[in-house]
């Protein structure tokens, strides 16, 4: 990878970690500690189904990480922190299908799905900015 590529998917990885990292985890870090079941369910269908918002609506995690894929799949995909990327954010992700449950969930166990993505997409950040 040269360094206009390595610049560019570094630009990427950036602002995944802010659109995707920050956001997703966004609506629990407003929870209060005791919140109830219903409220950690909100904040799970914000985090998912409202990731990110703005004047056009609101987008999805899941359409946030299909666009960093069309952009970037191509300079991360033999990045080894890339497999542990792609995990975190599947294991997220799939939190989507209790949100048609009306029973309780575990609030640490999403937290800690959550941000394991960003945790994630920061190692590939650092892997992409030491390789070429």
């Known amino acids: ?11 990427l990885l950036s602002d995944l970690k802010h659109d995707l990292g920050k956001y ?10 005791g919140a109830d079941w219903h409220e950690t369910r909100t904040a ?10 703005g004047p056009a609506g609101h987008v999805p995690a899941r359409e946030i990480w299909a666009g960093f894929l069309r952009d970037a799949e191509a300079q991360v995909g033999n990045l080894a922190a ?8 599947g294991k997220a992700l799939s939190w989507e299908r209790e949100l048609d449950g009306d029973g ?19 190692k590939l950040r650092l892997e992409a900015a030491r390789h070429g």
Request: net charge negative.
């Open 1 to 11: 990878m040269g360094p206009a590529e390595r610049e560019h998917l570094l630009d």
């Open 104 to 122: 309780p969930l575990s609030r640490d166990a999403i937290e800690k799905d959550l941000g394991a993505v960003q945790d994630a997409i920061q």
């Open 82 to 89: 890339f497999g542990e990327l792609e995990a975190a954010v």
């Open 44 to 53: 799970l269908h914000h985090a998912l189904l409202q990731t990110r918002s």
């Open 24 to 33: 997703i985890r966004l609506p629990f870090m407003m929870l209060p500690p």
